[in-house]
Structure formats: C-alpha cells, structure tokens
C-alpha cells in the first residue's frame, strides 16, 4: 500500500511538471525575443473598382492586318490597308523590256464572319503624302491626307468570298494558301512599268508613294491579311547565235518589313455602343479588339498602404519598426465568354474569342510602352496568358491572373522613407487591361523568350467578370 501511494505521488508531481514547464517552452521564445526583431506575415483582402474605358484609337506597329466591313454587336468595324511597297535596290530591267501587264496580289491567312458573303474590294495610289518608315502611327489616321480616291487603279473592282479559291495556290508543303489576284487598268500599268529608277527606297517613295485598299460593299466578312504585293509581267528579247530569243520574266514588288503598311480602323457609332456595354457593369466589362475598348481596374492602393504600415508599426510608440515586402498581391479576371464548338453551332459573334494575351499595365505607361516597343516589367506592366482550368463543379474555366507583388513593393518604400507624412502618390492604381499580340524566339537555353508585345489589330472580344461581381486582391506580405 505505501509502494502505490509513493508511486501515486511521483507520478502526480511528475505530470505538474510537465504542466508547469510546458507553458515556459511555448512563450520562451518570444519572452527573449525584442518586438521589434519579430518577422510579421498577414495577409488582407481589398476590393477593387472596374469599369470600360475608351480609347481613340491604338499605336499600329507591323503585325498581321485586316480588310473589309463587318457588323458585330460591338459596332461595325471597317478596316482599311495603307501601304509602300518595297523598293528592289539595285535592280534593272534588261535592255528593251516591254512591261505585258501588272497584277496586284493579296493573301489571306483566315478570315471573320460569313463565309460566303460576297465583299468587294478596290486599289487607289496614295497621292497625297507617304509614311515616315520611324514614324509612330495610330489606327485613326486620316486617309484623306494621303489619298484622294480619285480613280481606282483596278480594271475592275474585285468581288471576293473568301471561302473560295479560285486565285489561291498550294505552297511546297500542298497547303493552301487563299489569295486575291488583281489586274490593274492601262493608266497605272503604263505609270508604274515607267519606274525603273531603284536607288534607294525613300527615291522610289517620292515616285510610288503606296497603295490604299478598301472594300466597297459587304458587311458580312473581314479578312486576315499576311502580304501584298505587286507582280511586274515582262519580256525582253535577245539575239543568240544570230537568232532573236524573247524571255518572259517576272518582278515582285513587296509589302514587306523593310516599309510601312498601317491598318486604319473606323468603328461606326462607337460611343452608342461602348455606353450600351457599360449598361452591364454589375455583372461584366469588356476588353474588344481593335476597337481600343478596354477595362480599367481601380486599385485602391493609398488604403492598402495606410494598412499594410500601420501593421508594420510599434503599437506603443507609433513609430515604423517594419520595412514591408508584398510576397504575393493576386488579382484574378475571370473570363465569362466561353469558347464555342464547331462553326455550325455558333452564334453570331462567338467567333470574337477572347484574347490568347492579356497585358494589364499602369494606365499612364501605356502611351509610352506601345510608342517605344518596351518590354513588359514587374514595376509596369503584367502580361499574362489566357489560361484555363476547373472549378469545384468540374466546369472549365478561363482566366488571366497577375501578381502585383513586385509593383507594390516598389509603391510601399518610397511611402516609407517619406518621414514626413508629405508623400504624393496617387490615392488610386489605375491600371489597365489591354489585348496584346506577342512576339517570341527561342534562345540559346532552349527558353522562349518575349520580343515584342503589340496593342491587337486582330479582331477578339473578352467578356470579364466585374469587380462588382465578385472580384477581390488578396495580399500576403511580411514586415523585417
């Protein structure tokens, strides 16, 4: 009986102990540990404010470019190409040459709208004035400032569908390649074969100062164009062995790189419907291609500072104690137009798909971004894929999401080494969403690395859920 009430007690002085010293390991650390040496990590959630912005027109840079009229529920878009063609430095016709005819030609890569709606198409001389090749140009140019469209240069305006392939080739690979041949009428052939004088490009300019195309009529079809081109038929003669011998040739004059081809957009109505989509904005924005409509989205970023360093101060005295790093500031766009199944069991606009590449960049950069070709940065610009996945339900959803985490550390600091409380910043991040084409090569390490990102002057349509709809910024962040 003594041996269980001795072990009893043992056991019993043991367990309070445990007891006692379990409470002196838990806070040891932070006993000995000066407040203002502790690491703090939180996260918070701020809402955001969105809505549809308008733009004039976009920075054109050489891209793919679009030809024709169509009527969409996002107006009716008209597309026009202006372009020089490349002049053949050092090139000469042979002695004696006798131009037979000249034909315009013009590829296509794909095509928006119906496919068997007719559209017709029409050439006029740029006799006005011609591009600058470092010139910046925007979508709205006025055509009337290089062209008079006194008369065409066709021999007849050229009625195209472009399903059909009565023009089009197969390349070395048996694809097809859809094109549009033109004959141009005696008065340009006989201006244009007098040509012969290619010393230089900006020579040849002041001769052939470009070309404008336009559609006439149909409202149904726009087309992808990848290249035009002018081709030259003549022959010549010679004398072999006592005999005269007559070759045919052929000379291509090019649209290529080494010249300016802009792409003008007339959008009809486009205040009336850019207020009907803002009529949604409960619900949803809107981003549309090549339109310049884009969706604004409001960060409240004076909020999220004041937040973020009055945590990162000494409750006592009031004082910073923290430097703050945001280690992630997530911002979704939940994508709401889906991308539809076979052609037959779309509707009328669902082949405006939403843009394969979305940039959101600080609305005051962008002007400068797209003028100087920059690249986009952490500090400036986000560029995000669209990208898809599965929610809870199994469904497949689309979506771009960005991490601000760098842009909002470089905001925080200067917050920080202002003592004085005398900071200007904006109260609001206005940054912007605007549908980009992006260009890449493959380098050395196999990587794919971004070479060019442009304002899309292919057609698209992102329909995005509105930050009155559930749209949040959620930010983790650290204090040292």
Not at 44 to 57: K, N, V
Not at 62 to 86: H, K, M, N, P
Not at 274 to 299: C, H, N, Q, W
């Amino acid at each position: 009986m003594r041996k269980r009430l001795a072990f009893i007690g043992v056991l019993v002085a043991i367990v309070c102990c445990w007891t006692a010293c379990k409470g002196d390991v838990t806070t040891t650390g932070e006993s000995i540990l000066d407040p203002d040496d502790q690491i703090i990590v939180l996260v918070d959630t701020f809402a955001l404010q969105s809505g549809i912005m308008s733009s004039e027109a976009i920075t054109l840079q050489a891209d793919s470019f679009l030809l024709g009229e169509i009527d969409t529920d996002y107006g009716v878009l008209r597309a026009s190409i202006l372009t020089q063609v490349a002049c053949p430095e050092g090139f000469r016709y042979p002695e004696g040459f006798v131009v037979d005819s000249i034909c315009l030609f013009l590829y296509y890569s794909s095509w928006v709208g119906d496919d068997n709606s007719p559209m017709s198409i029409n050439a006029y001389m740029m006799d006005k004035q011609t591009f600058r090749y470092s010139g910046t140009y925007n979508s709205d140019l006025k055509i009337e400032d290089y062209c008079t469209r006194d008369k065409s240069i066709l021999t007849n305006r050229r009625i195209v569908i472009a399903s059909e392939k009565r023009d089009s080739i197969q390349d070395s690979n048996g694809n097809y390649v859809p094109m549009v041949r033109m004959r141009v009428n005696d008065d340009f052939e006989q201006y244009f074969g007098k040509i012969t004088s290619f010393t230089s490009q900006e020579e040849f300019n002041e001769q052939f100062k470009g070309l404008l195309l336009e559609s006439s009529f149909g409202s149904s079809t726009v087309l992808n164009v990848t290249d035009v081109a002018f081709g030259v038929y003549y022959h010549f003669s010679y004398s072999k062995n006592g005999r005269d011998t007559i070759v045919d040739d052929m000379k291509a004059f090019y649209a290529n790189s080494e010249v300016r081809t802009i792409n003008h957009f007339a959008y009809q109505d486009k205040e009336q419907w850019v207020e009907e989509l803002r009529k949604d904005s409960d619900v949803y924005d809107y981003i549309v291609a090549p339109a310049g409509v884009y969706t604004r989205l409001r960060f409240p970023i004076k909020k999220i500072s004041d937040v973020i360093i009055h945590n990162m101060c000494n409750p006592r005295s009031g004082d910073t104690i923290k430097r703050p790093y945001v280690n992630k500031a997530e911002v979704r766009v939940a994508v709401e137009n889906k991308f539809t199944g076979a052609s037959s069991e779309r509707g009328r606009d669902n082949w405006l798909q939403p843009a394969d590449h979305m940039l959101l960049i600080r609305e005051e950069s962008a002007p400068r971004f797209f003028r100087k070709k920059e690249l986009p940065s952490d500090t400036c610009a986000l560029l995000c894929a669209l990208t898809s996945g599965v929610d809870s339900l199994g469904n497949t959803i689309y979506y771009y999401t960005y991490d601000m985490s760098d842009l909002l550390t470089n905001y925080l600091h200067p917050l920080l080494a202002d003592k004085s409380g005398k900071e200007t910043r904006d109260s609001i991040l206005n940054m912007v969403l605007v549908p980009v084409t992006v260009g890449t090569t493959i380098t050395n390490t196999s990587a794919t690395a971004i070479t060019s990102v442009r304002e899309q002057q292919t057609m698209s349509a992102t329909q995005i859920r509105s930050a009155k709809n559930g749209m949040k910024f959620e930010i983790v962040y650290c204090g040292f």
